[in-house]
């Protein structure tokens, strides 16, 4: 107990001293029970200060300071009177002390004379006026002093407010400062006059949402059908052509024709397997001029299903019915009208990918027929002898250098049947198929697709007196697409055209075609293609050579209906006497399309 009031009696005068040294002069002499100590200047001599230890104890008195002793007579705490008094008068200020510094801090000091009258009260004990002394800021004489001892340091001062000795607001606050904390300013704490005022007129959203739905690539696109696992999108052209040459032949007149043309793209929607479908009807009717009527339809078919293992299939099937053109190699003489040609086509193969390399082996087959031809004087003409069918497989290694090029190489093999034996001049004109190619795939997705090869063909009839059709053959299929809204495309083929003439075997045709499709608005589709075939005979010194020109436009007047036109020119010239022929024809119609 003892051990504790010192310390506190001892860290009171440390604080006293850095304050004020007449404070701490005051403490000492309490302390010491002697006069005040010498003075040099008005400032208090340190080594009179500290020549004797005022708290040193002998260590062989376990009393410490006895009434005897040199000093303040101490009272039952161990401590003099005068210094018990003014701790007595610290320790009820800091009780009585609010809990919050800032509350104190903030209200308004009360004037020194109240302070002193109060001291001045009916109670004027010692400790009374001690303390009512030291609340008010004023000296408090030591009554357990000597008397005679009035030197102003023998007043007990206590510290002034904004002191290093006040309630630790000091290091907060100058020494000029009394107290009072300085508030935030009125504007601060009005959240109403710091916040933005909102609008009052808020923009409505939409009803359709506030994200706008993004525009089509094409508006004017079909949206097709669902149905059956395929997305079908059926369209209907038709109008008139007027023609220079109704049925493209040397004699050919002129003609308006009604033409109409059903057509039927399908695709599937399956996740794992592609299927598309293509076809069309079409028919020409001649309502002036020379007498045509001439029917066709076309179907095209494709198939690819993964496997698994690294093995895809593919699959195509195909058909196709038109009327025999007079400029036809085939072409009965003394004949009229056009007789209908009808061809199958069928493939399957399979494609194993190991690493880069590439395997292929596909199976096709292809089966021709051709209608009964009428006669000028009357009757029918059989040509049974002129079907075939064609059977052969084809074999492709390939390497992929990147997944964009992929060069191959492929060799086919196969033979051609003739339903006769022999036709009726009595040839054996069923032959024997081979070919070689050598070529490259394209993918770079929809800029550019597709595949071109080159290479040698070659069928030899079963008779020994028809020379074999053989020569250089191309294939080409690829499409490109420039920029968006840009469609060109290349295609081109070798084909074997048989015939029934005594002595021939037949003719290698070549055939090509470029095509650009341009979206010109985003309701103006225009289309420009040429075209050219070259046909050698076999046996005899004899070519055609021919080339056509179309250009078209199609303007929708909405996502449904549309208005289309095409003009046309075609020719074709031979060495070989009366298959010279041109025609021009203008088509103007509406398309309907879902």
Known sequence: MHGTRLAAMLAVACAGLAASPQMAEAQMLALRGTESPNRTNNRLSGASLLEKDPMATRFDDATGFGE??????????????????????????????????????????????????TSEGPDNSPDTASQGAAAAGTPVPDTNAAEGDTDSGDLTTPPKAGTASSTGLAGQEDAGTTGTIPLRSINQNDQDRNSREEKANRRAEAIEGVVKPKPEDDPYAPLGIRGGGFILRPSLETGLTATTNANSSAGGGNAILSQSTLRLNATSDWSDQTATIQAYGSWRKSIAGADISEPSAGLEASLEAPLGNDFVARGTLGYSLIPESPSSPGFLAGTVGEPLTQTITGSLGVEKRAGKLRLGLTGNVER??????????????????RDSTLVSATLRTGYEISPALIPFVEAEIGRRYYDLEADSAGYRRSANRIGLRAGVELDLGEKLRGELSAGYLREKADDPRLPAIAGPSIATALNWSPVRGTTVALNGSTTVEGTTDAGESGSLLYSTSLSIERQMRANLTGMASIGGFYRDYIGINGHDIGWDATLGATYWLNRYFGVTGRLRH?????????????????????????
């Open 68 to 117: 005897t002793d040199t000093g303040t007579p101490q009272d039952a705490g161990g401590a003099p009177p005068a210094l018990r008094t003014t701790l007595d008068a610290i320790s009820t200020s800091a009780d009585d002390a609010e809990p919050d510094p800032f509350a104190t801090a903030n209200r308004t000091s009360a004037p020194a004379d109240a302070a002193g009258s």
């Open 368 to 385: 021709a027929t051709y209608g009964d031809a009428d006669l000028v004087g009357g009757g029918t003409v059989s040509q049974h002898d």
């Open 570 to 594: 075609e020719q074709m010239v031979s060495n070989l006497p009366d298959r010279d022929y041109k025609a021009e024809s203008v088509f103007l119609g509406v398309k309907v399309q879902r």
